[in-house]
Nanobody
Framework: QVQLVESGGGLVQAGGSLRLSCTASGRTSSSYSMGWFRQAPGKERELVAVINWTGGGTYYTDRVQGRFTISRDNTKNTVFLQMNSLRPEDTAVYYC?????????????????WGQGTQVTVSS
């Protein structure tokens, strides 16, 4: 069983930046892809970004392409989400999750372990 803990959320003005971190513990493995998701009130959970196990492959939803960057440090079992040029519509609870494969996947059902989430609020 792997435990995922997110940190780095907070309140920021539009145009600002935040860096989220997700640290894995327990039965960790650097051989799996990791993803960041978000869920705003009243909306479905949305895939934001995915990184494969090597860090050499990434995927972004169109809504964040060019503004967000996902990265990982396998020596520290940590995944990051650098968020720049934040907009009010980015406001949500952000979750990290571990996939059941090391390949690049963008299907929610392929992510089996989830963190508790961290709140990101962007004011206008």
């Amino acid at each position: 069983q792997v435990q995922l803990v997110e940190s780095g959320g907070g309140l920021v003005q539009a145009g600002g930046s935040l860096r989220l971190s997700c640290t894995a513990s327990g039965r960790t493995s650097s051989s799996y892809s990791m993803g960041w998701f978000r869920q705003a009130p009243g909306k479905e959970r949305e895939l934001v970004a995915v990184i494969n196990w090597t860090g050499g492959g990434t995927y972004y939803t169109d809504r964040v392409q060019g503004r967000f960057t996902i990265s990982r440090d396998n020596t520290k079992n940590t995944v990051f989400l650098q968020m720049n040029s934040l907009r009010p519509e980015d406001t949500a609870v952000y979750y990290c999750a571990q996939a059941d494969t090391g390949g690049l996947v963008n299907i929610v059902d392929r992510f089996r372990s989830w963190g508790q989430g961290t709140q990101v609020t962007v004011s206008s």
